[in-house]
């Protein structure tokens, strides 16, 4: 399962305060899409044409460029030499990637990444700009934040998820892990973050990302919402 769908021009506010959304145009344009839907959370932006060595000719990701990590650097546990490699590619508004976090993501990381057979990689693919700005805050986050920070903004979603960008809401989660609010709005103001973001899911896309949560098992892409035992039969079956 995955979410799709498209959602129209949105405000960010602040209290009772309308905050513009011309500075930050990766929130309004390449993160302007959607959530809801079927197969899971999509973005408003078809496949892109991969550049010329990205994919091999079945249309699989070669792994090398996989592998390469985005301007920001990569959030990832477990160990960087073990056997087996997943990559996720979440969006922080997306039901679909909660499920996966609630349901799958708890074993996986005490029976696989923890124990040394898988390297869990974590890249965002936010959809809405609310995702957006919630991405931005993650990022700036320490990294033995980071993860903690994001399964907060899953778990607590309801809480500032709207179709208007609540900047209130979402620091209050962010606070949570310790962070000023000078630091929140130092933070939306950093241009590097959000090109870096950008980035990542506009490579993304170029490896046929199309919502969320998608992931990439030892370098073969799978949609939707996994459970524990289809993660290790994938592995299992790479690796035979």
């Given at each position: 399962?995955?979410?799709?769908?498209?959602?129209?021009?949105?405000?960010?506010?602040?209290?009772?305060?309308?905050?513009?959304?011309?500075?930050?145009?990766?929130?309004?344009?390449?993160?302007?899409?959607?959530?809801?839907?079927?197969?899971?959370?999509?973005?408003?932006?078809?496949?892109?044409?991969?550049?010329?060595?990205?994919?091999?000719?079945?249309?699989?990701?070669?792994m090398a460029e996989l592998m390469k990590p985005s301007p920001l650097g990569e959030k990832s546990l477990g160990s960087p030499t073990a056997p087996g490699v997943i990559i996720e590619y979440a969006?922080?508004?997306?039901?679909?990637?909660?499920?996966?976090?609630?349901?799958?993501?708890?074993?996986?990381?005490?029976?696989?990444?923890?124990?040394?057979?898988?390297?869990?990689?974590?890249?965002?693919?936010?959809?809405?700009?609310?995702?957006?700005?919630?991405?931005?805050?993650?990022?700036?986050?320490?990294?033995?934040?980071?993860?903690?920070?994001?399964?907060?903004?899953?778990?607590?979603?309801?809480?500032?998820?709207?179709?208007?960008?609540?900047?209130?809401?979402?620091?209050?989660?962010?606070?949570?892990?310790?962070?000023?609010?000078?630091?929140?709005?130092?933070?939306?103001?950093?241009?590097?973050?959000?090109?870096?973001?950008?980035?990542?899911?506009?490579?993304?896309?170029?490896?046929?990302?199309?919502?969320?949560?998608?992931?990439?098992?030892?370098?073969?892409?799978?949609?939707?919402?996994?459970?524990?035992?289809?993660?290790?039969?994938?592995?299992?079956?790479?690796?035979?």
């Amino acid at each position: 399962m995955q979410c799709t769908g498209e959602l129209p021009r949105i405000a960010i506010t602040r209290g009772d305060a309308s905050v513009s959304l011309n500075r930050r145009k990766f929130i309004g344009g390449v993160l302007a899409v959607g959530a809801g839907g079927l197969s899971g959370c999509a973005g408003g932006v078809g496949r892109q044409s991969a550049p010329v060595g990205l994919l091999m000719a079945d249309g699989t990701p070669v792994m090398a460029e996989l592998m390469k990590p985005s301007p920001l650097g990569e959030k990832s546990l477990g160990s960087p030499t073990a056997p087996g490699v997943i990559i996720e590619y979440a969006s922080l508004t997306c039901p679909f990637s909660y499920k996966f976090h609630l349901d799958t993501y708890p074993r996986l990381k005490k029976e696989l990444i923890d124990t040394g057979k898988v390297r869990f990689i974590l890249r965002e693919f936010p959809i809405g700009r609310a995702a957006g700005t919630a991405a931005i805050i993650t990022r700036c986050a320490p990294d033995k934040d980071y993860f903690v920070l994001f399964d907060k903004y899953l778990v607590q979603r309801t809480e500032w998820v709207s179709q208007e960008v609540r900047l209130d809401a979402i620091y209050k989660i962010a606070a949570q892990t310790g962070m000023t609010r000078q630091a929140f709005d130092a933070c939306l103001a950093n241009k590097e973050v959000e090109e870096g973001l950008k980035a990542i899911k506009q490579r993304g896309r170029e490896f046929g990302v199309s919502g969320t949560p998608t992931f990439f098992i030892n370098g073969k892409k799978f949609r939707g919402v996994l459970t524990l035992d289809q993660i290790k039969s994938m592995l299992v079956q790479q690796t035979a």
